[in-house]
């Protein structure tokens, strides 16, 4: 039996238990933990530029390769955002001038203008006037080369182009190692000193590839330019190009060079194959070009603007602006190199093993200089000299070529 005492005792214990378990504070919760923002890269600072581009955007030639170079542009610079204005031509955009673009791009924010096309040589050269601090760049003129004929620039504004004449000797090359007729046309845009020295480049390339290569009579090559007027068709002003290509293929020429804008050589070109013609065609400006008739492409030469693009908005975005003229030959390394190269050739698919090995020796020979076209003797189309024997043309010679050549066959004016 539990004593008295025990049972005493028992409850002061338990009595000094529950005093000392109220008097304990309970524990503390732990503070909550404070959630961790993301280190967030600042925003890159938003730049415009402008581009005005003679054509449709999406015409898969000047334009095109113009626009493309402003998409490089933008995936290359952050913030860089292109703000463009297509088809300005009197056919689309009758009365409307370039200084009038000019000054609406700036009231979006344009920092810097490219005006792509020698039709806007005389345009660019007053809006760069009228805005004397924004950097402008007219592809192809002339106004900023100080030994030129025509250097009359302000300071803000500058010239590039491609050595493209590279790019037509190497179609020439191509056209006169398919030819089976020895009938080569090609379809000319309007007459100026940039359009005779490119025609001639591919005149040059035919016949050397015709005599060299093919070990053919040069007397047995015809080369035959007809002009449109223009860049492209604008109907009621120009020829139609669909019917000069026509004209071409329906009279032996086997081979047609596009020098405009636009691919309608190639177009009709495939249509005649279809027929059963076998014909072939070089377009011309876009990388892309032959995908609107592959089975009758030879290659095309193209443009490749995005290096001469991005040198122009990184100095103007970091504010290093000066002027310069640029005549931007191929890397020829690689010619095809997208970040290096301004000018590039891509095979077709219709070119032979064998003239694509030929055409492989002709561009390694224009690349270590054997090969030198622009080179004397060679007379103008009215029989005077051009280049005694030996000469070497100068850039400037080359720029400014006043006629054609002798063997080619078109007016030089």
Known sequence: MISKRLVNLMALFLISALLLTACTPAATPAAPTAAVEPTKAPAATEFKFGLILVGPYNDHGWSEAHYQAGKYIESKIPGAKMVYVDN??????????????????????????????????DGTLEAAIKHPDLPIVNVSGDHAWKDGKDFKAPKNLSNFMGRMEYGKMIAGCAAALTSQTGKIGYLGPLINDETRRLTASAYLGARYCWTEFAKKDAAALSFKVTWIGFWFNIPGQTLDPTKVADDFYNNGYDVVLSGIDTTEALVEGGKMAQAGKKVWTIPYDYEDACKEAEAICLGVPYFNWGPSYLKAVQMAADGKWAQYWDWNAPDWANINNADTSAVGFIKGQALSADAAANVDKFIKGLADGSIALFKGPLNFQDGSAFLKDGEAATDLQVWYLSQLLQGMEGPSK
């Open 88 to 121: 300005v031509n009197p056919g689309a955009k009758p009365g409307v001038t370039v200084p009038q673009l000019v000054d609406d791009l700036v009231g979006q924010g344009v920092k810097i203008v490219f005006t792509t096309s020698d039709d806007f040589k």
